[in-house]
């Protein structure tokens, strides 16, 4: 009597909650608007909750293929975006390269740093830019050790000059030098911790020699580079480069070349005597230190596709033999 008072009510209105929540079984019956509570009712019942389960099912899948598409054509158009900035940016390179052999027909360089925006059309969303740096504007690290492994002392001397004047202790410099030297002894000031003892390949190397944290690598990639024959261009060096090009040089005496320069760009390196508290500095510089003209070149082209970004740099020399090449 018990079960079947039960079965009754599930069909009446007034039903019974399960944990605050009225029972969706039971009230199939009212939905039927059933009135015999038996096998008919039940199987009126089940038949919904198959259709409904039909249809959670159909809208799921039916959610998955939309997000699958959605996912699929973003996928393709970020792709097609990269590929079209990572051809845009060889582009910028190929162009460059057109750009310093007119560069190289001129007896003097005198611009650093140039920023080239290309005007042309790429279409919608898209934009390329050129960045040509002359390397012989820095200071060449590799230059304080010969070829033979031996030091070349007055370089190096220049090396600690210039971390000096950038606030840097200066026997970072003999850090350097047993870094890229091919012996396990270590200088006064110096370190073979896990030394390299070979000639640096890229200036990110630097960031392997424990002594050089962030703060110094920022301070000090502007004005150093791997590449070259030593010799600093008078027309484009900074500041802290041309106080590094002998004991001799005074801030004062770098800024005057500065100053010179802006008005009387030089065209021979025998000009640099003309200025004034150069004379003799200068005479010792000729031949060996200094240059006006730019004999390696750092070009890095930048093209932008919808928010996809390609980065080529590069560094070449004057005859165009490409020394340094990554994309990112
Ligand atoms: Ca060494």
Redesign the pocket.
Known sequence: MRARKNKLLSCTPSLPKRGGKRCVINLLPRLFNCTDRNTLCSQRGSALIITLLLITVLVGLTVDFVYEVYIDTSSFSNWSNAQKASLMARSGQTLSSLFLKEVNKVSHTTENGIELPVERDFGPNAFLLIKLEDENSKFNLNGIIYQNGMANDEELLSLKKLLEYLNINPTLGDVI??????????REG?S?GN???SFLWSIDELRLIEEIDDEIYKKITPYITIYGNSRINVNTAPLPVLVSMSDDMTEELAQRIIDYRISTPFEDESHIVRVSGLESIGQRLQGKKVTVKAEIFRVTATAMVNEIKRIIESVMDNSMKILYWKEQ
């Open positions: 030098a047993d870094w890229i030297d091919p012996d396990n002894e270590p110096g073979e030394s390299k003892n």
